[in-house]
Every structure is written in C-alpha cells, then in structure tokens.
C-alpha cells in the first residue's frame, strides 16, 4: 500500500522525464531556431493542445469524436468576430470568450450526440461539425470561403502597463509553450482524480460503470466541455498566431488530421498527443518540401497518407509504444502489463 | 437503524417484459429478505437473466413494479439503483480488463463517494474508496493477486473479482447472475462460502444452473418456465414438485 501512495509509480518515471525534456526543448529552442523554425513550432505547439483537447475524448474516454475543428474552428472564430475592428481587444476578456464559445457549442454538441454510441456516435458529431462549417462558410456570420482578417491582435496588459506583445513571434512562442504545457499538466492532474478515473472506468466498460452507480452520461457531457474548452483555447491561439480565420479551420479534414496526429502518437498517452502532433507536422513539412520531392513535392497527401498507414499497421500502439516494442523483440516476450492499462 | 429497515429488501411484483411478441418475463413476482439466498433457476431462456436486468434496472418493464429498500424504485435508472444499494454481478464477466485487481475495486468504491469535481484530488489517495476496496479484496479472498492486471487472471478468480467489485460498493441487495459458471469444484465450493459468509448482511438473489450448488447454498427456489413462475418455495418442497420435476429438475 506504501507504494501506491508514493509521489510517483517507478515505471511512469522516464515518462515524466521524457515529457520534461521534450518542454525544455521547447523552451531552448528560440535559442538557436530562426523566423521559419519559430513559425512553424508554434503552430505545431498549437496543434499539441488542439491534439490533447480530442485526447481527453478519445484516448482517456473512449468517444471517437469527429468533429473536434467545429470546436478548434469556434474558437477561432470568436477571436475574429469579438474584437474591436480597429483596436486591440483585451486578452482577459477575449481568451475566456473564445473558449467559452467552443465549451458552448460542445455542450450542445455533446448533450445531443452523447445519446448514440460507436459509429452513430462519430457520424453525429461529424454531422455537427458540417453544421458549423457551413454556416460559417454559407452565411454572412462567417465572411465565406475567403475567410476573415484581425486587424489588431489582441494586448496583454495590466492596467496600462503591456506584459508581452503578441506580435512578437518569439513572444507568442513562449505564451503558446506557457499554454501547451498548462494543458498538458491539467490533464494529466484531471485523469488522475476521480474524474479522470471514472472516464476510465467508462472507456473500459460503461455498462459495469452503470452498474456500480455511476450515471455516466454527466460524465462524458462534462469530458466533452472540458475537451470543447481546450479546443477553443488551440482555436483562439491559431487565429491570434495567423491573424485570419478561414472556414477550413472548421473542415472534417482538420477532424481527421487531429485524430490521425492522436492515434500516431499512441491513444490513452498525454504524450502521445504530443509526439503524435510533431510527427505529423514533421511529416507534412517532410513531404510536402520541393529539395527533397522537386516536382513530386505537389503530391505530398500520398506519400503522408501512405506513411499514416505503414506506421498505424506496424505500431499498434503508436509511436509511444515504440519502446515496449523493441523491448519484447529483444527480450522475446512481453512486459507484465497489459496494454490499455494505467497510463 | 437497522431495526427501522424492513426485512424485505427488494420486492418485485408482476414484472412483465414483452419483446414483440414474445412475452420473456410473465407476471413474475419476488421478495428478497435479508439473510437469504434466494436462487431463480430455469431453463435457458426462461427469462431469469431478463428478470436480473428488470430488477437492477437496466432495462424497464413492459408492467410491473420495483421496490427497493421500501422505496418505489421502478422509474430510477440503474446508476440510482444501485446508489441505493442494489449490485449486481454479470453472467459474461464484466471487469475493467486493464485494470489491476485492486483498481477494478477501487473503482467501484468511488461510486459511493464520487466527487467527481474534485478535480486536484488523486484518486489513488482517497482513503475511504482504498478502504472499502481493500476490504471487498480480503473478504473474497483476492488479497494475493491485488496488483494482478484483472485480464490475467483466472477464469475463477474473475468470478470473485466480480463479486469483490460488487462488495465494494458496500450494497444491502446482491444479483448474482450465474456466479459459478465454468467453475471447477475447488473454486465453486470457495464460491459457496463466500455466499454464506455474505448472506448474514445482504439479500441475495442468486441465478444458477448448477442445482446441487442451488440446493447447498439456497433458502428458497423459484422455477421458472418461458417467463413464467411454477413454483416459488423452499428447496424441498421445490425438489418434491410433480409440475418442477416434469418441466425441469430431472433426476435431481
């Protein structure tokens, strides 16, 4: 019993340190990086946390959400639509608005799609999310398919005094890393509470979970807000980096690279979200680059999409199970625990 | 307060359930008292599982009603049930498989004092689930596999588990639906003295096909047959039934 009350179980140390070294990295890496490095990490940064959001469904809840950029999108959108046309909005009211639009949206989303389960329950919120492109895309709400610019980005500032200039790329890094790593620890406090446990307990089997008297749809409706939240967080992050939104932001594509960066990286792992979103982008910028593929570069979805299915038919756990994997190959058998255990 | 709380813990009274057509539970009335095993046995599809799955609410009836504990129980859904106190076991195991052992019962203990805001409290450390967990794990004898993934275990050992998840929700009313099945003599013998041992505090309902278990273990016996009651009475009498013979006892 002593040990199960420790700071922390032997086997999640190198975990830990993993993460740790993958944030301080995160944190050196202005040091060395140029405009183009920056840019580009931030974003990726950016795709971490909208890749954490759909975690929190997916891996630690068992929902299969397909629909998660009408969030990430919302969030982005609220941005544009909320500030001031030719001042800076303050980012104390604008950041909350935001994700209190996307968690809005999600509690409608989800109090409805939760009633369905399996494939009904993807094809429900796909068909929400489709709700949200078009309106976004079909109405004067929206601006179209040209999408939306922001004019002034938001300020960071208290009283009169400004904290940190967002149009500072190197600033913005460091506010987006400042972010991705509070999501990061908020999630992995939240699962490791009764929450996060009983989520657990409803991805592992929600009929047992009835049973012993858990009412499992406020749970989930309440996992969905939280991951609505997040997204909206990533969505208001991406429309501030850019300075436009556009109805993409809100396509099943971005649902589905989202989903595809989570199973990657590895399902029921924080970090896989993490890993799963840089491997993905690194594959992008890998294939889609003109030094290496010429003229090819222009068919970059076949060689990332050939990749996706390689990796996802040889890593059944994904690039986190990398490892364990090599491990029982050289070993010969398998480790004492079970896949899909405690993370 | 225990004196203030009626004997008869749960009551069932002509609980019907129609699938189309066809009728799978007819009429049926039960009591479940206090210090008895009360086994429900039957041919396959006789509509002994329907009837669990009436009882512990996972499924509503066509008519009939439910009584819990004195309380009018027939439009609260299961989760309510069994905050109540009713638990229940399943015939197909049904374990949180990548789980420890002690997890599964964990688990089942935070359903009685969930707090599900707390959301920087550690489950792991919540002393009162970690009790009631330990204590389900040491009464069904379970205390030596405790950080066993719950997949690995034997098929008799998850029996007990089931049991265990069941017990650590601290419940006044057990439905067990057929907690010996596949189990060797060993294990069934273990089985059945656990039920003893359990019966002084709980009413249990207990769903079986092995009838020489059923005629050790049992204080009374309903038959059933397609969805209906032939005889609800103690073993004895049961076993000297013209009608229970014919439909289904055999040699017994």
Redesign the interface.
């Known amino acids: 019993m002593q040990a199960r009350a420790g700071l922390m179980n032997p086997e999640d140390r190198p975990r830990f340190f993993f993460t740790l070294a993958v944030f301080v990295a995160l944190a050196a890496y202005p040091l060395v990086a140029g405009q183009f490095g920056i840019d580009l990490v931030t974003k990726v940064m950016i795709y971490a946390i909208f890749a954490l959001s759909l975690e929190l469904l997916v891996g630690a809840t068992g929902l299969v959400c397909f629909g998660q950029a009408a969030l990430f999108g919302i969030g982005a959108y609220a941005v544009v639509k909320l500030s001031p046309e030719y001042e800076a909005a303050s980012v104390w009211w604008l950041l909350p608005a935001s994700v209190a639009s996307a968690a809005a949206y999600a509690l409608f989303m989800g109090s409805l799609s939760l009633r369905t389960r399996g494939v009904y329950f993807i094809m429900v919120t796909l068909a929400f999310a489709q709700m949200a492109y078009y309106v976004v895309h079909d109405t004067p709400l929206g601006g179209g398919t040209d999408g939306i610019y922001l004019n002034v980005k938001p300020s960071v500032a208290l009283g009169e005094r400004a904290l940190v200039s967002l149009d500072d790329p190197r600033a913005f890094y460091a506010v987006t890393l400042a972010a991705l790593v509070a999501v990061f620890v908020f999630l992995a406090v939240l699962l490791r509470s009764r929450f996060g446990r009983a989520l657990a307990g409803i991805k592992a089997n929600e009929q047992r979970m009835r049973a012993t008297g858990f009412a499992t749809y406020p749970y989930k409706l309440a996992a969905f807000v939280v991951s609505g939240a997040l997204a909206g967080l990533a969505g208001f992050l991406f429309a501030v980096k850019d300075s436009y939104v556009n109805p993409e932001l809100l396509s099943w594509h971005l649902s589905g690279s989202v989903l595809i960066m989570i199973i990657l990286g590895g399902l029921g792992h924080l970090r896989g979200a993490l890993i799963g979103a840089f491997a993905f982008a690194l594959l992008q910028e890998f294939f889609k680059s003109e030094a290496i593929w010429g003229a090819f570069a222009k068919h970059w979805h076949l060689g990332l999409g050939l990749t996706i299915i390689a990796c996802v038919a040889l890593l059944p756990h994904g690039l986190v199970g990398l490892p364990t994997q090599w491990r029982t190959r050289l070993t010969g058998r398998a480790s004492g625990n079970a896949p899909g255990g405690l993370r | 307060m225990s004196e203030a709380q009626p004997d008869i813990l749960l009551k069932g009274r002509d609980i019907t359930r129609r699938w189309g057509g066809l009728v799978a539970v007819d009429g049926v009335s039960i009591d479940l008292l206090r210090g008895q095993v009360h086994a429900v046995i039957g041919t396959n599809g006789a509509g002994k599982s329907t009837l669990v799955n009436i009882l512990?609410g996972?499924i509503a009836p066509s008519s009939g009603s439910v009584e819990l504990l004195g309380r009018d129980v027939t439009a609260w859904?299961?989760?309510?049930r069994?905050?109540a106190g009713l638990?229940?076991s399943?015939q197909r195991t049904?374990?949180?498989?990548?789980?420890?052992v002690?997890?599964n019962c964990?688990?089942?203990a935070?359903?009685?004092h969930?707090?599900?805001?707390?959301?920087?409290?550690?489950?792991?450390?919540?002393a009162r689930s970690?009790d009631a967990a330990?204590a389900a794990v040491q009464r069904t004898g379970l205390f030596d596999v405790l950080d066993r993934?719950a997949?690995?275990l034997s098929h008799g050992q998850k029996r007990q588990l089931e049991i265990a998840?069941c017990l650590a929700?601290d419940p006044q009313v057990l439905l067990l639906d057929e907690p010996l099945a596949g189990m060797g003599a060993e294990e069934t013998d273990r089985m059945l003295a656990l039920l003893a041992d359990l019966k002084a505090g709980h009413a249990i309902l207990l769903v079986e096909h092995d009838m020489d278990a059923v005629f050790r273990i049992a204080d009374r016996i309903t038959v059933m047959v397609n969805g209906a009651v032939i005889a609800s009475d103690a073993p004895q009498a049961v076993r000297a039934s013209a009608e229970v013979q014919a439909a289904y006892l055999g040699g017994h």
Not at chain 2, 77 to 80: A, E, K, Y
């Open positions: 512990s996972e859904s299961q989760p309510r069994a905050q638990g229940r399943y049904t374990l949180y498989h990548g789980f420890t002690f997890e964990r688990l089942a935070q359903a009685r969930p707090r599900p805001w707390a959301w920087w409290e550690r489950a792991d450390r919540c970690n330990l993934t997949g690995l998840m929700t």
